[in-house]
């Protein structure tokens, strides 16, 4: 992950295979930003939450630290599974409470495709 250029880069040994525009937390304060390092897939996974506190909920959520804090999901929808269009329009930028946001499709992919374990690196 590129928090610079709201991009993350899915890679095969040193080759990028697949490029998702994204959006990382607002980095305003300690509380919405998101952790730099590296870190590994964890095992906790799924099709869908909703966090009562945000009022947002979201599809294809796979965490990548603290087991469930920190999560690649869709872009926010409300508690009945619509996206919020105000804030899907803001994919390619700072906009979340620290989570990295993606499209649908690549939000789903990530949920199929990237196994625990699999390192993520996000400068």
């Not at 620290?98 to 990530?110: E, F, M, S």
Request: aromatic share 12%.
């Amino acid at each position: 992950m590129n928090v610079k250029e709201q991009k993350a880069y899915i890679k095969e040994g040193s080759n990028t295979i697949y490029t998702m525009m994204i959006s990382s937390g607002l980095d305003q304060t300690k509380d919405d930003a998101t952790p730099k390092g590296s870190f590994y897939v964890e095992p906790e996974r799924g099709e869908w939450f909703f966090s009562e506190g945000y009022q947002e909920g979201a599809e294809y959520w796979v965490s990548w630290k603290n087991h469930g804090e920190f999560l690649f999901h869709s872009v926010p929808m409300t508690k009945d599974q619509k996206v919020i269009k105000t804030e899907a329009e803001k994919l390619g930028t700072k906009a979340s409470h620290g989570c990295i946001r993606l499209t649908i499709p690549d939000a789903k992919w990530v949920f199929e495709n990237i196994p625990e374990h699999t390192k993520v690196v996000i400068s």
